[in-house]
């Protein structure tokens, strides 16, 4: 099998991180629910994924507020933070997660669209301001086209204009350097299964000090029992019921694993892979490739559809006849593929690892040409 689907999760999990999880279900307790030995272990745990987490993206690890995954953390953000006669702006490269959020909310959207290779026009965002403005929203590095926004030229226009910037990081965050202060992000929210290289269950959103985010989720708390409502302090603020220690165990473990050696090297070589499937499959006529892929900036991420084929035939051919995963369909972005014209075909997504090797590419693309009509 050559796993070829990273943007989805990432595989193989690092063996550090499948010990710290089975050393967490053979010892750890519930966190912050008593004072006995294994619920203290499970509290050290949390706290030093907090740690780590906001080591990571220059956030307080009292505001790293963990979630399953970076829905409900978009969740979170956006329902806690925006109102129905709120005016908001986001981007047509955006998930579901982001998109249904906002939808929800009842808000006035502009969506700023983009260029024929997929970038968003940022230009656009100051023309698009208006009174009742309160917050940008949106991806850092498309799920579709792997094309990279720059956050810190939009976190500066947020700055100046007194708007809330949630980032949707699912796909850049342990790949791309994010500095939430620097960056001026109020809302940072990210998953712990992708480039993170956690398990499944984890996520979170880390919370700016001066934001104050409305509570998607009341309930167990370990503290304050007989207040009627959650607790104001963060982050049980936004941590109703019992946090998934034992995943945040794995990616605790690689989180500081990415702080200690870093993950620029690890980027470098998985954007060099997809440059060279891109390199290959471009000299091909059938092919048409969705994306900025030479771009300075991009992330691992190439999408392609083979002439009229439909996108999901393609995908299980490569899986069935060569045994090669990928994803194919609208990748819960439906306004990219409305901009593309690919709302029927879909696209076959190829996301690349660090794990993955340079021969695999290349089987891969001879793959490909058996595929062509």
């Known amino acids: 099998m050559i796993y070829f689907d990273n943007a989805a999760t990432s595989f193989p999990k690092p063996d550090f991180v499948k010990q710290a999880v089975i050393d967490a279900i053979d010892s750890i307790g519930s966190d912050g629910r008593g004072a006995h030995e294994m619920t203290l ?37 956006i329902l806690g933070l925006i109102n129905q006669n709120d005016h908001v702006i986001t981007t047509v490269q955006e998930h579901n997660s982001v998109l249904r959020p906002l939808y929800k909310t009842g ?21 698009n301001l208006k009174s009742n ?20 030229r939009v976190g500066k226009l947020c700055k100046e204009n007194n708007l809330y910037f949630i980032v ?8 791309f350097d994010i500095d939430m202060k620097k960056m001026n992000i109020s809302v940072l929210c990210f998953t ?30 370990g503290i304050h029992s007989f207040s009627h409502t959650q607790p104001d302090e963060y982050p049980t603020r936004l941590e109703a019921g019992t946090l998934n220690a034992h995943s945040l165990a794995g990616l605790n473990a690689s989180v500081s694993w990415l702080n200690e050696n870093g993950f620029a090297g690890l980027r470098e070589k998985e954007t060099n892979l997809a440059k060279i499937f891109y390199s290959e499959i471009c000299k091909i006529p059938e092919i048409k490739i969705y994306g900025d892929v030479l ?26 006849d060569f045994g090669i995963c990928t994803r194919a369909g609208a990748h819960c972005a439906p306004l990219i593929h409305k901009a593309f014209g690919t709302t029927k075909q879909g696209m076959v997504r190829f996301s ?5 090797t340079e021969d695999e590419v290349r089987q891969v693309i001879e793959a490909i040409k058996q595929l062509l009509p």
Do not use: W
Not at 168 to 175: H, K, L, P, T
Not at 352 to 356: A, D, P, R, T, W
């Open 168 to 175: 949707d990081a699912a796909q850049s965050a342990g790949v």
């Open 133 to 152: 403005t309160k917050a940008v929203v949106l991806s850092h590095v498309s799920n579709v086209t792997g094309n990279v926004i720059d956050i810190e």
């Open 192 to 221: 712990g299964h992708k480039g993170l290289l956690g398990v499944q269950g984890t996520g979170g959103l880390c919370v700016a000090k001066e934001v104050e985010i409305n509570p998607l989720v009341v309930g167990g708390s």
């Open 295 to 320: 771009s300075k900036n991009h992330g691992a991420i190439v999408s392609i559809n083979i002439a009229n084929e439909d996108a999901g035939m393609v995908s299980d051919a490569l899986y069935q």
């Open 107 to 127: 808000a006035d959207l502009t969506f700023l669209p983009i260029d024929g290779k997929g970038n968003t026009k940022i230009d656009m965002l100051c023309k």
């Open 41 to 77: 272990r499970a509290s050290r745990i949390v706290y030093s994924c907090r740690e780590n987490i906001a080591k990571l993206f220059n956030a307080e690890p009292t505001r790293v507020c963990f979630t399953l995954n970076a829905t409900m953390a978009l969740n979170t953000a």
């Open 352 to 356: 690349f690892s660090h794990q993955n």
